[in-house]
Every structure is written in structure tokens, then in C-alpha cells.
């Protein structure tokens, strides 16, 4: 086994680390505080000036624009990303890969000239829109449904918590198909425009944190799309969010993995420059443990992600527990090692506006988005169950 990163991989890292440093960083506090205006329009710029970089289009091919990575290398610059701006990677995976990544495994060549140059340029957004309100871990309750009438398909229903719902240009909505060579119930994935008649935005969602990451519902109410804008065949929408699940996985992973490590970061800091009791608060070794221990739990889970990454390269069986134990592990580990760094800050870090307030809040979102930790634990199980069973 080879833990050494290529050169060009080291050399993306450091670019990445500081392009992000320069040009993301800086205005992750204003995403966080702003008006939604404000930050839609401050989201605007990021992912223009991402996409101006190639990292919106790792994943993407160099006929569409992108630069053809894989799944290591692109999460290897997607740490740096997330680092900087926790809002910013998530509105750049739902557009870039949720969205463009899943149109450049399943779209045909006419939908893939179509969106995936301006997804990658960042001149467009596109958003991943399956789960209701009813409809969240059991996706397969969806209530929403798709008619076929002649060349197009007619689309009911509400889809609810869409990042990038205030601000995307495309959608990818699953709808239970009830016609069209379908079998009755089968889901189907639509390209849905922002401009497609009967589309509108409805409530948008209060976040306890990714306050920059704009989520909200979107209504479908007898919305008109073409048979041109099916994703894949009809009928084929499980298989494909089934394979979307281990990516939308995997980025979430990724982002708690770039909070952990701004948590641990920031901490380090402040321990060197506050004194209590005329010392240093990192030469108590209650702190200094805490960082260790910190430190640990962050290169496990980068450690984990890196494998599932691999296993995702490699096509291997394993890649869906590899996922599952990498999303687990490092989600689980921004909750608890931003917990750590609030205390670690005492008052200063309880108080709203520092930056590891923000961290403890953004964190909780990978506990639940991109598959809950119990979900991920029962795939997991049963996985175990099926390989030790006699
Ligand atoms: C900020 C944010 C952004 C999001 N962005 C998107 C997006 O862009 N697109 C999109 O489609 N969705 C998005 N989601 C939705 C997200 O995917 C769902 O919230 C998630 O799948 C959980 O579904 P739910 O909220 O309905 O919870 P539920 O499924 O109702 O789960 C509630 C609790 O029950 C547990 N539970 C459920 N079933 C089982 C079971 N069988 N065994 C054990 N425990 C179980 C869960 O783990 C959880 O703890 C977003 C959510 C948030 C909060």
C-alpha cells in the first residue's frame, strides 16, 4: 500500500490550499452573517472563481470542460475547499458533482454540451432535489410523480431542504414516473430549468448552520419538461441516486473532514496565545491532550476518506462500507472536535460571530445530510451479516 501523494496531486493541494487561503477564506464569516441577497450574491463569485481554477469540473471530462480527475485527487482539493469555507464546498459539490457529476455518468452527449461547461465554469448552478418532507432517509416514499403527456412529462410536487434552491439555474428532481413505458411507481430523474413553466421556489430553510449554503423547498406544480431533459431512461432514477449515494457520502465526509481540521487549527492558536494561571493554556495537559486527540481524529478520517476514495477509483466491492465507515467516522468527528475547539476557546468560543461557533454549528449538518449515521451504521451492518455469514 502507497500512502505517498503524486507530485501533481501535492502540487494541487498546495495551489488549492492557497487559492483558498486568498480568495474563499476571507469571506466565509460575511457568508455566514450576511443577508441572503448578500450571500447569494458572495456565493456567486466563489463558485465563478472555482470554476475559473477547474475545481468545479474534477470529475468532469476535458470535452466538457473539466480536467479529469479522479476521485483521490478531487478530494484532496476538496479539503483545502472546505477548510476555508464549510458553506462554500457544499454549494459547490450539490452544483458540481450531486448535479454535474451525476450528468457526466448518466446524461447523453446532447445534455452534457448543454450544462456541464457552464457547471464547471461556475457561470451556472445546479442543485439535487429528492428528498420531502415525508420522503428524507426513505427516498422511495417520494410523493412526487411525473405523467408522461406526448414529448413531455408533466411534474407534481415539493421537493424540500435543496442547497442551492434560492440560487440554482438547474434542479435534478426524482419523481415517481406513473406512465411512459414505466413501470408504475419506478423513479425518474428530470432536468428541470429554473425557468421551466410551473417551477417556483417555496419556503426556504432556516439552518442551525451553512448559513452561506442556501437550502430551501422548490415546487413543481404541473411543470412542463421534455423528454430531451430525462436523465438516463426512464424508470432508471434508483440505480442512479443508488450510485449517487456514495458521492453525496463521500463530499459531505469531506466537508466535515475541512471543519475538523479548521477546528483543530484555530484551537492550536488560541492555545498558544491564551495565559491562565500565568501559563500558557497548551501547557496544561488536559489542553494539550485535547489537541492531540484532536489531531488523531482528523487524519483518521482523512485517512478513511482517502480509502473510500480509492475504493471508488479502483471500483472495488468494498467501496460502499469503505464510504459508509469514512462518512460515519469523519462526520462524527467535526461534532465532536469543533465541540472541542469551542471549549478550548471557553467564553470567547460560546460566543456568536467566532469562528469556532460557527465550525460547532456547520459540523451537525454531516450527521444528517448525505445519509444519516444511522443509515450509514445499518448498510454497514448488513454488509458484515452478509460477509461473515457461513
Ligand atoms: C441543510 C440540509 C441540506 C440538505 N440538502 C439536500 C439536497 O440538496 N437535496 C436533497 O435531496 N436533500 C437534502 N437534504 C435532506 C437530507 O438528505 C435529509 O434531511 C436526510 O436524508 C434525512 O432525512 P429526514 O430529514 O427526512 O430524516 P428522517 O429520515 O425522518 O430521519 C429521522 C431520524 O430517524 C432515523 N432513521 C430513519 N430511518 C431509520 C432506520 N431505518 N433505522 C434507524 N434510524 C432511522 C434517522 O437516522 C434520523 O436520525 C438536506 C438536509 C439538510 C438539513
Not at 9 to 33: H, K, S, W, Y
Not at 236 to 264: E, H, P, W
Amino acid at each position: 500500500m502507497n500512502y505517498e501523494m503524486t507530485d501533481d496531486q501535492i502540487a494541487l493541494q498546495n495551489a488549492c490550499r492557497e487559492f483558498c487561503g486568498n480568495e474563499i477564506l476571507p469571506g466565509a464569516v460575511m457568508l455566514d452573517t450576511c443577508s441572503r441577497e448578500e450571500a447569494s450574491a458572495i456565493m456567486k463569485g466563489n463558485l465563478k472563481k472555482l470554476g475559473s481554477r477547474g475545481y468545479l469540473g474534477m470529475g468532469i471530462t476535458r470535452d466538457f470542460g473539466g480536467t479529469d480527475a479522479d476521485m483521490l485527487t478531487t478530494v484532496i482539493a476538496g479539503e483545502e475547499i472546505a477548510k476555508s469555507c464549510a458553506s462554500t464546498f457544499i454549494t459547490a459539490a450539490s452544483s458540481a458533482v450531486y448535479f454535474g457529476y451525476a450528468l457526466s455518468r448518466f446524461g447523453n452527449d446532447e445534455q452534457k454540451k448543454r450544462y456541464l461547461p457552464e457547471i464547471v465554469s461556475g457561470e451556472k448552478i445546479g442543485a439535487i432535489a429528492v428528498s420531502e418532507y415525508d420522503a428524507g432517509s426513505d427516498e422511495h416514499a417520494m410523493n412526487t410523480t411525473a405523467s408522461r403527456e406526448g414529448n413531455s412529462w408533466i411534474i407534481n410536487g415539493v421537493k424540500s431542504y435543496v442547497t442551492n434552491g434560492p440560487i440554482a439555474d438547474y434542479f435534478l428532481v426524482a419523481a415517481r414516473s406513473d406512465s411512459g413505458n414505466v413501470t408504475p411507481g419506478e423513479i425518474t430523474l428530470f432536468i428541470v430549468g429554473r425557468g421551466c413553466p410551473g417551477f417556483s421556489e417555496g419556503e426556504l430553510s432556516d439552518t442551525m448552520g451553512l448559513h452561506g449554503a442556501q437550502a430551501g423547498e422548490i415546487i413543481c406544480n404541473h411543470c412542463i419538461v421534455e423528454s430531451i431533459d430525462v436523465l438516463g431512461v426512464p424508470g432508471q432514477g434508483a440505480d442512479i441516486l443508488g450510485y449517487l449515494k456514495n458521492y453525496r457520502a463521500l463530499f459531505t465526509a469531506v466537508c466535515s473532514l475541512g471543519i475538523s481540521c479548521a477546528a483543530m487549527e484555530s484551537a492550536n492558536r488560541y492555545s498558544k496565545e491564551r495565559k491562565s494561571f500565568g501559563r500558557y493554556i497548551n501547557r496544561y495537559q488536559e489542553i494539550a491532550f485535547r489537541l492531540a486527540e484532536m489531531m488523531i481524529q482528523t487524519d483518521i478520517s482523512r485517512l478513511l476518506i482517502y480509502k473510500a476514495a480509492w475504493e471508488l477509483d479502483n471500483h472495488s466491492v468494498e467501496a460502499v462500507s469503505a464510504v459508509s465507515c469514512a462518512k460515519i467516522f469523519s462526520t462524527e468527528t467535526a461534532a465532536l472536535v469543533s465541540g472541542w475547539a469551542v471549549q478550548i476557546y471557553g467564553g470567547k468560543g460560546y460566543l456568536k460571530g467566532s469562528d469556532v461557533e460557527r465550525f460547532y454549528r456547520d459540523a451537525k449538518f454531516g450527521e444528517i445530510a448525505g445519509g444519516t449515521s444511522e443509515l450509514h451504521r445499518l448498510s454497514i451492518a448488513s454488509e458484515i451479516l452478509d460477509r461473515y455469514s457461513n
